[in-house]
């Protein structure tokens, strides 16, 4: 039996631990460049080397990321899937690294702008692919543990970005804003890594998806395991290929219930925006910082629970106590709030951390993987974009209202937060399957054909719930897979024949 090839010298989970420690770095520039400009925000020097911006122009400062992130996920809709999934991730990574290059060194406003679009381009290409190749790379075990290590460095960038802007804050000179501006300038280890290897036999590298494959199981390319899952891969592939036209699938049903997944991908990134996480209790600029910067260090700390409970509990039970317990502090921040005592001020700050705890239990440690367990693999990057595209768009909108909000209705902006979350809760009970621990291809099986039709989202989520059922389909799965492997061996057998009896005459 043939040895296992390696990466690194890696091979097995401790690859897969590199790839999410490689993406990790890139979910490391998206905390890091989403906090630090909200300190700057607060900077004398800083403002007065724009000119003292008005609030819409600072607004429009900060905006101009989620924007240019924006357009990097739609970007990656159009063309994404014409590269590998490691290509995309550098080029993402790059441009993030010129974006942070020229608002370092920014002396005029417009500069500022086009370096704040062209950072956030980058990360909207990033926050697309990063979540995709992780999935496709790690076991169905694992898969929600590895994303909860990712978004711990998320946040670890967070915490990182909001001291700094802090600390660098009692310098007046204009290191105050251009060194965090600069930081993002990081390198990664991409480049040496593996590549998909469900794009690779998407795409036709039968023989390269094999040795990533037995790479990242540990094993050599002729192991039981390593074959039997690239036969599952090239069967989800075959499948989708006779039922699936283009990328307008996204858009469509065509055999593999397209848009509906689509929808409940984009839905799970537009609810978590609309929970009300970038909302405040309202502080003085100094009071703002300190806060913050605790916040971020629990933040991080509750970032850790889902690393040990993500793929025990499951997706659909975390987001229903995420949703409930984000309600549930929303509506005790409208009260303590509303009334507006000292004591309760206090009080109300304890809820918002007790929010980013749910939160991160919930959604955060949820979402990013989420999209990717769902969409099938021929949509599963134009799909993921557009749900990324949802995630900025309502990321811009929140931001944008939310201040009128408060200055408008105060605390009854909470109470709209809290109605939200719990509106939530029905949504993931009926129409969000669970697709934890399941092999990627075996969520296609939930909506597969049966008894010549196809089943309703209703009907895909009650038996994603339901154990017996996909323990059958495990079953038929491997069935089929096994089937058409036989099917193609017969007729490779007979073609070669004809041409063997075609030369002899």
Known sequence: MSTSPTYMRLKGQSLVYAVTMSCSMGFLLFGFDIAFMGGLTTSTVFLDTFNNPNSSLLGFLISAYEVGALFG??????????????PNNVVGIIIVTIGAIIQASSFGIAQFLVGRFVAGFG?????????????????????????????SNMLLGLIIATWLVYGVSFYSSSIQWRLPCAAPSILCLIPFLPESPRYLAATGQSERASYVLAALRGHSEDHPEVMFELQEIRYAIAVESQEAGSWSDVFKDHGISGWQRVLISWTSNFVQQMSGVNNSVGLSSHNALLVSGGLQVFYFLSSLIPWYVVDRVGRRRLFLLGSMGMGTCMLLSAVFVGIGTKGLGYAAIVVLYLFQTFFTLGWQSNMWIYPSELLPLKLRLRGGALSVVSQWLFTFVVVEITPVMISNITYKSYIVFALLNFVTIPVVYF??????????????????????????????????????????????????????????RILDEAKHAVEHLEKSV
């Open 73 to 86: 996920a739609l970007a990656e809709f159009v063309v994404g899937d014409r590269f590998g999934r490691k």
């Open 431 to 488: 129409f969000f399957p669970e697709t934890s621990q399941l092999p990627l291809e075996m969520v296609d099986q939930l909506f597969a054909d049966r008894d010549g039709k196809r089943p309703s989202i209703f009907r895909a989520v009650r038996d994603s719930t339901n154990k017996e059922f996909i323990a059958e389909m495990e079953v038929t799965l491997a069935e089929r897979t096994k089937a058409r492997e036989e099917n193609e």
């Open 123 to 151: 990360l909207g290409i990033v926050s697309t692919v990063i979540p995709i190749w992780l999935a496709e790379c790690t076991l169905p075990k694992s898969r929600g543990r590895m994303m909860a290590m990712q978004l």
